[in-house]
């Protein structure tokens, strides 16, 4: 399935393109953002790497992941992206992550609830898993809202910024799931 955009109540749901590595960059370079994430800060070099990567990865047969620019309705600028990469047997890992500037307006939501609805209806995945730093209270008070079941910590499951850090695991079942 190529090229995906899915629209959601206040963010669209876009493949990548080399154009986006500005914005890509103000993501992924800025510190506030990848404390939460399961990788440190990235400079130029690793922005036009990560999207020349995930362009490949959009062209698999089959794909492997759905990694995915957010963007807002009325704007084709990059606040953010999301991702469902295949994990087992009709399941993804869902990841996401919304530039700071713009925290706090329920893009991150609208995405996660986007692409998992997406991963459901239009991929036919069973699971969807969520890893988060157990820091990370917006995140969790997020997927809690949306639905999600806590299933334990994962014991240093990611090594960033110099250390190891627990993940706490969630997940919905396409059962549970309401969009």
Do not use: C
């Not at 988060?132 to 334990?152: Q, Y």
């Amino acid at each position: 399935m190529y090229p995906v955009h899915v629209t959601g109540s206040t963010v669209v749901l876009r493949e990548f393109s080399m154009q986006d590595v500005d914005d890509v960059l103000a993501i992924i370079g800025d510190d506030k953002v990848t404390t939460w994430l399961s990788f440190d800060s990235r400079n130029l070099d690793q922005a036009v790497a990560m999207i020349e990567g995930t362009l490949e990865r959009a062209q698999q047969n089959p794909r492997t992941e759905y990694y995915l620019a957010v963007t807002k309705h009325d704007d084709s600028r990059v606040i953010g992206f999301a991702r469902i990469g295949f994990a087992g047997v009709k399941a993804g890992k869902l990841g996401y992550a919304i530039a700071a500037e713009q925290w706090g307006h329920g893009y991150a939501t609208d995405a996660a609830r986007t692409l998992t609805t997406f991963a459901f209806t239009q991929l036919g995945l069973h699971r969807v898993s969520a890893a988060i730093g157990p820091e990370n209270a917006a995140s969790i008070a997020m997927v809690e809202n949306l639905g999600f079941t806590r299933e334990g910590v994962l014991r240093d499951h990611v090594y960033t910024n110099g250390a190891w850090r627990d993940s706490v695991l969630y997940s919905v079942l396409e059962h549970e799931w309401r969009s």
